[in-house]
T-cell receptor, first 115, second 112 residues
Framework: DGGITQSPKYLFRKEGQNVTLSCEQNLNHDAMYWYRQDPGQGLRLIYYSQIVNDFQKGDIAEGYSVSREKKESFPLTVTSAQKNPTAFYLC??????????????FGPGTRLTVL | GQNIDQPTEMTATEGAIVQINCTYQTSGFNGLFWYQQHAGEAPTFLSYNVLDGLEEKGRFSSFLSRSKGYSYLLLKELQMKDSASYLCAVHMFSGGYNKLIFGAGTRLAVHP
C-alpha cells in the first residue's frame, strides 16, 4: 500500500526539549510539506521541500528545522525555541514540483503536547 | 499578503443541500482545492478547480470564478458522515515552488 506515514500519533514532551516528528512516503513524490494546525484553525505551512537536499521556509518556520536527505523522508524537529509547540502536525506530499496540478496527500498527523 | 476567507461554522439538516463559500485574495493563482477533514484526522481531497465554472462529482460540486476570487463547495443529500471541516486552499506557484495556502476551514454540523 502506498501512502504517507507519520509517527507517533501522539507525542508528549517536557518544555525545553527538542523533539523530532517522522514523515515517510512511498508514493515516489518529489515534494513534501509540513503544516501545523491549531484548534479551530486552518493549516499553516512550516517548511516545504521539492527535491532532496533542498527545502524552503514556510510562513511559520521559526523554532522548527527540517532535513531532506532522502526522497522518502522529511523529518521535522520542533526545537525549544518554538514558543507554543503544542499542536497537530501534518505532513503532506505531492507528485510534482512543476507548475501543474498540485494535489497534496496527507499523513495521519502527530499530535504533540508539550507539558 | 494572502487572504482566504470561509465561514467558521455552518449547520444543516440531513438530506438537505449546503453551500460553503470561499473568497480569496492572493498574489498568484494556479487552482483551488477543497479538502474534507474529520476531527483529529488528515485532510482528504474533494475537488479541484482551475477554470471558471462548476465541477460535479457525485454529491459534491465545486464552483470557481477567478475574476471574482470566489469559490463554493456544494454538498447535496447531506448525510451525518458529512459532519466535518471543509478547507479551501489556493495553489500558488512562486519562485519555482508550489504551495497551497489554506483558509481556516468551515466546520459543518449535520443534524438529523
Amino acid at each position: 500500500d502506498g501512502g504517507i506515514t507519520q509517527s507517533p500519533k501522539y507525542l508528549f514532551r517536557k518544555e525545553g526539549q527538542n523533539v523530532t516528528l517522522s514523515c515517510e512516503q512511498n508514493l515516489n513524490h518529489d515534494a513534501m510539506y509540513w503544516y501545523r494546525q491549531d484548534p479551530g484553525q486552518g493549516l499553516r505551512l512550516i517548511y516545504y521541500s521539492q527535491i532532496v537536499n533542498d527545502f524552503q521556509k514556510g510562513d511559520i518556520a521559526e523554532g522548527y528545522s527540517v532535513s531532506r536527505e532522502k526522497k522518502e523522508s522529511f523529518p521535522l524537529t520542533v526545537t525549544s525555541a518554538q514558543k507554543n509547540p503544542t499542536a497537530f502536525y501534518l505532513c503532506a506530499s505531492s507528485i510534482t514540483r512543476d507548475r501543474v496540478y498540485n494535489e497534496q496527500f496527507f499523513g495521519p498527523g502527530t499530535r504533540l503536547t508539550v507539558l | 499578503g494572502q487572504n482566504i476567507d470561509q465561514p467558521t461554522e455552518m449547520t444543516a439538516t440531513e438530506g438537505a443541500i449546503v453551500q460553503i463559500n470561499c473568497t480569496y485574495q492572493t498574489s498568484g493563482f494556479n487552482g483551488l482545492f477543497w479538502y474534507q477533514q474529520h476531527a483529529g484526522e488528515a485532510p482528504t481531497f474533494l475537488s479541484y478547480n482551475v477554470l471558471d465554472g462548476l465541477e460535479e462529482k457525485g454529491r459534491f460540486s465545486s464552483f470557481l470564478s477567478r475574476s471574482k476570487g470566489y469559490s463554493y463547495l456544494l454538498l447535496k443529500e447531506l448525510q451525518m458522515k458529512d459532519s466535518a471541516s471543509y478547507l479551501c486552499a489556493v495553489h500558488m506557484f512562486s519562485g519555482g515552488y508550489n504551495k497551497l495556502i489554506f483558509g481556516a476551514g468551515t466546520r459543518l454540523a449535520v443534524h438529523p
